[in-house]
């Protein structure tokens, strides 16, 4: 499952962090998660070689 989330809804403290020195910053949320920043949800799929399939609709 996939939270799309409003970050300016947010309360707790968000860190955009590359922990493993990949390169690439993701968002790290440290603490709760008010349902009110959640504003869609999404299931994830996979494809016949059983690699995850990100839906299309959560891109918005």
């Known amino acids: 499952m996939i939270l ?3 970050e300016s809804k947010v ?3 968000i860190k ?3 922990l493993y020195d990949t ?6 949320i440290y603490g709760k998660l008010n349902k009110d920043a959640v504003i869609k949800t999404a299931e994830i799929g996979t ?3 059983d690699e995850f399939m ?3 609709d959560i891109f918005i």
């Open 4 to 6: 799309c989330i409003d």
């Open 16 to 18: 955009w962090e590359d």
């Open 11 to 13: 309360r707790a403290e």
């Open 23 to 28: 390169g690439f910053n993701f968002p790290h």
């Open 47 to 49: 494809d016949i070689n």
């Open 54 to 56: 990100l839906p299309e």
